[in-house]
């Protein structure tokens, strides 16, 4: 067995090194596979820019930052489906109260799987879309700091997420190792006495996840300090940026945290430590841990969409975004504030009162900052000029979405009002409207307003507004229904609810369930006109005639990204007739670069300043 | 326009020019596009953690010694290195050290202590083992290529 398994490692071994020898010749890839045709624009003295090789190996080899914000937008993409159709089985099973299509393993493998999912693979990728495509355009950089370590950053994704998923794959196999059933919080001692090694993978996957986030963290801080274009200050650098400098902190600052305390859980499944043993460092360590990681994640993940927010509502609402700068305190207040609420989540635990009261009252003052960006929301669209395109209808749902998700924080920041809501639907009703009404209408809003520059395209407008008024009315009914069931005392985390009916109704409560299943589905049908919509559009939608598809220049609105696509089209309409894909295609052009990028006078909305300005632009 | 065309003449000589002209001019010109490092940089930290951890020991060695030289071929190609299989060896050397040390909290490190716990397939032992192994392989696997690249133009590869 010794000897087999040495003989094994030799092998390997060996053949690696030939594999380094390989890839060290092929390291001059540029030159391997010349562009077919050679049809690069622009000057030849801007070296290396043009040259990308053709098809799929452009995609694994490539540093572009819009290449891997591209790489992120879809692997996010793909784990919103994943994450989606487990809910989907989970709702499907939750219509009626018995066990009817699946059995509780499956239903806590499902409901771990999509937690994970949902914040880690999509929500945490589908800002670094954003961020990596966008940030360097907003701040006038080439590329981000590191871009190497930006592709590293995306690849260590794949890997990750098969080895979350892998207890999905291999449950069938019959090899002993199923899904993992933890729940997202992977509370001791129920994650470490879970003897599959499905268990062990997922937390390996995490961790890698982790790295991934870590590293584009470093990155991002690097670029936006460093690789601001000439004109770029720190009092005009743009909101979005600001958010994701902001998250980026946070990053840095919780997870390596998670990946230490990953790395405990680990020791103590496998090695016989006893980090969160009860004999030992006790379980509620890691619920300190892991809560001191995931209050900050949570902002981690609403920060940037809060970003996307403040950038593109001024966009559609004719005027600057009102009150800039404390938009910017707000977010700098929330990112120190959200280290210090995590046990707000551990009320219930039988931590010291005295304890409890002092996290209770910084959980209520970060909703100081949170409504000072409400307001600031509310008052750039007061006496606008409204236009309600798809991804204005999306910030609008944001903003309504969050007084319902914050407001139901702030009552759970209660403790007496959290003792009594702790672990029912409340509370799956106040994240969701945050996770989902937020988060994901932020990304799908963004994802539309700068579809025309990834694309060069436009997208169905009809089928977008569908896709809005249905996922906002589905994510309501959802989740209001959460938080009805919640009073009524639903505890989360169940497949069943045949319970007594002296303990709850459960007339209603089987009736809120169904109106809770309907809205996914609902959720769940607008999300599949949104997926035609995107895949349609980008093959076929109309191309774009001009750089400006949003009007943004009759406002003086007109962002340096979209400044940058201008110079793009500008370079391709005037120089040769070949057409410039914006998504980073084979055909690239340099010449316009270096200008034009970022406009003469900037202002802190990204916007240039008009000959005549507006009355109300103050 | 780039010192990496295919046709192109120069050859690359990084023992005796770690600046040389050429190379600064495609590094600082533009950003490079495309590099086949990263992603063999993720392989090879995604299989060394699982082979190491879940103790799959063919693969621990051979994820490590996939980041190992994934490492000095990206530093290498980043302009941080001139001689990436030095480093490799380094990082070998570093990794022996950290298998020696492996063992070490289990076991005395003499032969018969060793040995037996080898023989009584000691988990955290073994891994021990295996990284000592990827180190081993990543020294010398190295050192021999090194020699091998030496001087030769049309090899291609830096030593
Ligand atoms: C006004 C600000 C907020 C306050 C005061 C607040 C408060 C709370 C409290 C007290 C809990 C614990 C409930 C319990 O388990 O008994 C909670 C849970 C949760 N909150 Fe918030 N929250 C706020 C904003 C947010 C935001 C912005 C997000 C997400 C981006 C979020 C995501 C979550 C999540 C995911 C949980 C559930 C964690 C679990 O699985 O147990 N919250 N919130
Ligand atoms: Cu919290």
Same mark, same amino acid.
Request: aromatic content about 12%; charged content about 15%.
């Given at each position: ?564 696509? !201008? =110079?793009?089209?500008?370079? *391709?309409? &005037?120089?040769? @007739?070949?057409?410039? +894909?914006? #998504? %980073? /295609?084979?055909? !690239? =052009?340099?010449?316009?670069? *270096?200008? &034009?990028?970022? @406009?003469?006078?900037? +202002?802190? #909305? %990204? /916007? ?11 | ?159």
């Amino acid at each position: 067995m010794v000897g087999e398994q040495l003989a094994l490692t030799a092998l390997m071994g060996v053949f690696l090194v030939a594999v380094a020898g390989f890839l060290a010749r092929m390291e001059d890839w540029r030159s391997y596979t010349p562009l077919a045709g050679g049809s690069a624009i622009g000057d030849a003295g801007y070296g290396g820019h043009a040259e990308k090789p053709a098809g799929i190996v452009r995609w694994f080899t490539t540093v572009d930052h819009k290449d891997i914000g591209i790489l992120y937008g879809i692997y996010a993409l793909i784990a919103f489906f994943w994450g989606g159709a487990a809910v989907l089985l989970m709702r499907a099973e939750l219509a009626a109260p018995g066990f009817d299509i699946m059995q509780a393993q499956f239903y806590n493998s499902l409901l771990t799987s999509h937690g994970i999912t949902m914040l880690f693979l999509f929500g945490t990728p589908i800002i670094a879309a954003f961020s990596n495509y966008f940030i360097p355009l907003l701040i006038g950089a080439d590329d981000m700091a590191f871009p190497r370590i930006n592709a590293i950053a995306f690849w260590l994704l794949p890997p990750g997420a098969i080895l979350i998923w892998a207890g999905f794959f291999t449950a069938p196999l019959g090899l002993g190792i199923d899904p993992a059933q933890t729940s997202w919080t992977m509370y001791t001692p129920l994650s470490a006495e879970q003897a599959n090694p499905g268990v062990d993978l997922m937390l390996l996957g995490l961790h890698l996840t982790g790295v991934s986030a870590t590293m584009g963290a470093i990155n991002f801080i690097a670029t936006i300090f460093t690789e601001r274009g000439d004109e770029v200050n720190w009092a005009n650098l743009d909101i979005f940026s600001w958010t994701i400098l902001t998250q980026s902190a946070l990053i840095l600052f919780a997870f390596p945290l998670l990946g230490s305390a990953l790395i405990m859980l680990l020791l103590d499944r496998n090695f016989s430590t006893a980090f969160f043993a009860v004999e030992g460092g006790s379980p509620i360590l890691w619920q300190h841990l892991f809560w001191f990681f995931g209050h900050p994640e949570v902002y981690i993940l609403v920060l940037p969409p809060m970003g996307l927010v403040s950038w593109i509502l001024p966009k559609f609402s004719g005027r600057k975004l009102f009150g800039f700068k404390f938009v910017v305190y707000s977010t700098l207040a929330i990112g120190v504030l959200s280290f210090g609420v995590w046990a707000h989540h551990m009320f219930s635990t039988g931590i010291d009162p005295r304890i409890r009261a002092s996290f209770m009252a910084v959980s209520l003052a970060i909703a100081i900052p949170s409504a000072v960006k409400t307001f600031n929301w509310i008052t750039t669209m007061w006496n606008g000029n409204l236009r309600l395109t798809a991804p204005m209808l999306f910030c609008i749902g944001f903003i309504s979405n969050f007084v319902i998700g914050g407001i139901t924080g702030v009552f759970l920041a209660a403790i007496p009002v959290d003792l009594v809501l702790h672990d029912t639907y409340y509370v799956v009703g106040h994240f969701h409207y945050i996770v989902m009404g937020m988060i994901a209408f932020a990304g799908m809003g963004a994802l539309y307003y700068w579809f025309p520059i990834v694309t060069g395209r436009m997208y169905q407008r009809r089928l977008a507004k569908m896709h809005f008024w249905l996922s906002m009315i589905g994510t309501n009914i959802t989740f209001f229904a959460m938080l009805v069931l919640g009073y009524l005392g639903m505890p989360r985390r169940y497949a069943t609810y045949q319970f007594d009916g002296a303990i709850a109704p459960l007339a209603q409560v089987t009736t809120l369930h169904q109106i809770a299943t309907v809205g996914a589905f609902i959720i769940g049908f607008a999300q599949l006109i949104w997926a035609w919509n995107m895949v349609q559009s980008w093959y076929e939608g109309p191309e774009l005639d001009d750089a400006d598809p949003w009007n943004l220049k009759d406002d003086g609105m007109f962002g340096r990204e979209f400044q940058w696509f !201008e =110079t793009q089209k500008l370079a *391709a309409d &005037g120089g040769e @007739s070949e057409e410039v +894909r914006a #998504d %980073g /295609g084979e055909v !690239e =052009t340099d010449g316009g670069e *270096a200008t &034009g990028r970022v @406009s003469s006078d900037p +202002r802190s #909305d %990204g /916007g240039y300043r008009k000959a005549v300005r507006r009355v109300d632009d103050e | 326009m780039d010192e990496t065309t295919s046709d192109d003449p120069s050859p690359r000589t990084w023992d005796d020019e770690p600046e040389s002209p050429a190379r600064t001019s495609a590094e600082e010109e533009g950003p490079t596009r495309t590099s086949v490092w990263p992603l063999v940089v993720a392989m090879g930290l995604t299989v060394s953690e699982v082979g190491v951890f879940m103790g799959v020991y063919p693969l621990a060695v051979g994820g490590l010694v996939l980041f190992v030289a994934s490492v000095a071929g990206i530093t290498h190609e980043a302009g941080y290195t001139g001689r990436p299989w030095r480093l490799a060896g380094a990082l070998g050397v570093v990794l022996v050290a950290v298998g020696v040390w492996m063992v070490s909290t289990q076991v005395p490190l003499a032969v018969d202590p060793v040995v037996a716990a080898v023989g009584g397939a000691d988990g955290i032992v073994l891994r021990g083992f295996s990284v000592v192994g990827a180190g081993l392989v990543a020294a010398v696997g190295a050192a021999v290529v090194s020699a091998m690249g030496d001087g030769d133009v049309d090899d291609g590869f830096p030593a």
